[in-house]
């Protein structure tokens, strides 16, 4: 094989360095769970936490190591089947919604199946041909940041499960860090407007929907410079939100109605018997909690969202005023809180093009019923954040760290 370029081979080490890194870092996050609580599934949209270990490690096997591994012989090749996810060119997949039914492979098996993987990708990281080089890179990046989505959905999926054991127990015991010491006052900063550029350009790591760099034109409008609060949504709710239909898009009206919402996702009432209490509760990683009333409000709906935006007489921004905002100085609590809802579709920016092959199914195909979420949220993994990135979820969706901002027409 021919000798690297230095460039390159100052590179490898550090890529090899990073993908340890992330590796180890789904196991930290699985090691408070025990083997039962890693196997269950609480609801078809949520997975549970051994087959997202299974999962990821099945996507270098499938995407970096069936392409570029010469000799490479899978852990066990039924097991593709196990833990495709919704990829049409890489084969079968078992029914999303039976995830929980596998209890086989165990949790010991689903970790060595990590250690065979994780050996492969390590040596082909050493190994790979320079002209493969870039190629190999940009997969095994690609599987990395798929990695991190997946170790924050471990933590809301596993979440929404512990919800449903009336025993309401913590997935971490110790307190959470406060996010907020105090309520901050709510300003309006006015955002760009006209013509603004939106999207991915130049270099670092961008999923293809963040692509490519086009201009928007944007009326004038104001922007909150903070999140809603827990206690101004409470004030909504105490005002009779989810009582009042003219609040409501239509949707979200007839699922307030069939699923009985009074509150947002895991919020108890005061007097509520799974864990009285004179005061609001909330429940969440590090167990149930008073109620914190400067704290962003946190796994909202869509829907809920709106409505909220509707009585405190704004709206939600589009996902355009958003991050031309978010490049300007102002605003706070863009990453790391919750995901902040949009009024934007999720739809392919102006000559969006899905990148080539089975990996092509990554983003584009989903481009059709969701809305888009901007930001990061408390369970994002550090560094995993951008201010281009574009999450999505259906509309209903309100087991994700998701809240909002606030916007306003007008200069």
Avoid at 70 to 93: I, K, M, Q, T
Avoid at 168 to 192: D, I, K, N, Q
Avoid at 249 to 276: E, M
Wanted: include cysteine; proline fraction near 8%; hydrophobic fraction near 45%.
């Amino acid at each position: 094989m021919n000798a690297l370029p230095a460039a390159v081979r100052g590179v490898r080490p550090a890529l090899a360095a990073r993908h340890a890194r992330v590796r180890a870092h789904s196991l930290a996050l699985a090691a408070p769970l025990s083997a039962e609580d890693q196997c269950v599934q609480a609801m078809p949209d949520a997975s549970p936490t051994k087959w997202h270990l299974a999962h990821t490690s099945w996507f270098f096997e499938a995407v970096v190591l069936a392409a570029h591994a010469p000799g490479y012989r899978p852990f066990d090749a039924r097991w593709g089947h196990l833990f495709n996810s919704y990829y049409e060119a890489l084969g079968s997949r078992h029914p999303r919604p039976q995830r929980g039914l596998l209890t086989r492979p165990s949790l010991s098996e689903v970790h060595a199946y990590r250690a065979h993987v994780d050996e492969a990708v390590q040596d082909l990281l050493a190994s790979a041909d320079p002209a493969a080089w870039p190629q190999v890179e940009a997969l095994v990046e690609l599987g990395l940041q798929h990695e991190q989505q997946h170790q924050e959905l471990l933590l809301t999926d596993i979440l929404y499960a512990l919800w449903c054991n009336p025993l309401l127990p913590a997935y971490a015991a110790h307190e959470a860090a406060s996010l907020r010491l105090a309520p901050l006052p709510l300003h309006w900063v006015a955002g760009p407007e006209g013509g603004v550029a939106i999207g991915h350009e130049g270099e670092g790591f961008a999923f293809d929907n963040e692509s490519p760099r086009h201009r928007q034109w944007l009326q004038p409008y104001r922007i909150a410079d903070r999140l809603v609060s827990c206690g101004e949504y409470a004030e909504f709710i105490a005002d009779g939100g989810y009582r009042t239909a003219s609040l409501w898009l239509s949707d979200g009206w007839a699922l307030v109605q069939s699923q009985q919402w009074t509150a947002p996702l895991y919020w108890l009432a005061p007097g509520d018997p799974r864990a009285p209490s004179a005061q609001w509760q909330v429940f969440g990683l590090h167990g149930l909690r008073p109620l914190d009333a400067a704290a962003p409000v946190s796994h909202l709906s869509f829907y809920e969202a709106a409505a909220y935006a509707e009585w405190a007489g704004a709206r939600l921004p589009t996902e355009a005023e958003w991050e031309a905002a978010a490049a300007r100085p102002g605003l706070h609590e863009l990453h790391g809180h919750v995901w902040q809802w949009t009024r934007s579709s999720y739809d392919p920016y102006p000559g969006y093009r899905p990148w080539a092959g089975a990996i092509g199914e990554y983003n584009g195909k989903f481009m059709v019923g969701q809305l888009v979420l901007r930001g990061s949220s408390a369970a994002t993994p550090p560094g995993h954040g951008r201010d281009t990135y574009r999450n999505f979820f259906p509309p209903a969706a309100r087991w994700q760290f998701s809240g909002l901002r606030l916007a306003r027409d007008g200069a």
